[in-house]
């Protein structure tokens, strides 16, 4: 039962293109989500959130949307810079429980 | 200054063995957590403790059992290992469970049972 899915394990942009990384999630009941990213022999580290009282949220060159009716979020990178070579998690959850994690989604920014 | 720090960073033991995972977290956080990584990239709650509930994911076999000596730490015990334990398991915390908020990873502990 994958309440949070990924459906592209990986995906390759040039440097200085937007890098769009998908999640959708099952359980309409989720009401927080987080993205993070995992370098190799790392740890995840957060990234970026959003609470489904909104629609989208920006941080720098990290921006993430999210489409509640279609029970979809995204994250956008623009522009993309090798250093964001990494794996990219998205993270769900009912408020009171724990997170759920996709199984992320592999980015390589070409140079 | 590591905010979540876990040790052993790898570790190669032999099936039957136990073996423990330390993990403590200077952030003043009041809720720990152990995460598996399956071989599917999979990450997947074990636990969550914070002061006053220990919650179990209950696909989680009994060989495994968080301990917390104090807020700040809590350790993974695993009994008679087998070849399936093996895995990346990360520790992590987070403010208050389920609250909105972030949850700040260690930087894992790759356990091969051989």
């Known amino acids: 039962d994958q309440q949070v899915k990924q459906n592209s394990p990986s995906l390759s942009v040039q440097e200085g293109r937007i890098s769009i990384l998908n999640c959708d999630y099952t359980n309409s009941m989720f009401d927080y989500f987080l993205w993070y990213k995992k370098y190799p022999a790392e740890g995840p580290t957060f990234l970026i959130s959003?609470?489904?009282?909104?629609d989208k949220n920006e941080d720098g060159r990290f921006t993430v949307f999210l489409n509640k009716s279609a029970k979809h979020l995204s994250l956008h990178i623009v522009p993309s810079q090798p250093g964001d070579s990494a794996v990219y998690f998205c993270?769900?959850?009912?408020?009171?429980?724990?997170?759920?994690f996709g199984p992320g989604t592999r980015l390589s920014v070409l140079p | 200054d590591t905010a979540v720090s876990q040790t052993p960073k790898y570790l190669v033991t032999q099936m039957g063995n136990d073996k423990s995972i330390k993990c403590e977290q200077n952030l003043g956080h009041d809720t720990m957590y152990w995460y598996k990584q399956d071989s599917k990239k999979f990450l997947k709650i074990m636990f969550s403790?914070?002061?006053?509930?220990?919650?179990i994911n209950e696909t989680v076999p009994n060989r495994f059992s968080p301990k917390s000596p104090d807020k700040a730490h809590l350790n993974l015990h695993i009994n008679s290992l087998e070849l399936g334990d093996s895995a990346v398991y990360f520790c992590?915390?987070?403010?208050?469970?389920?609250?909105?908020?972030?949850?700040?990873f260690g930087e894992g502990s790759w356990l091969t049972v051989v």
């Open positions: 403790y914070n002061n006053k509930e220990l919650i």
């Open positions: 993270a769900a959850r009912n408020y009171g429980q724990n997170f759920v």
């Open positions: 992590a915390s987070s403010q208050r469970q389920g609250v909105g908020n972030t949850i700040y």
């Open positions: 959003i609470s489904s009282i909104k």
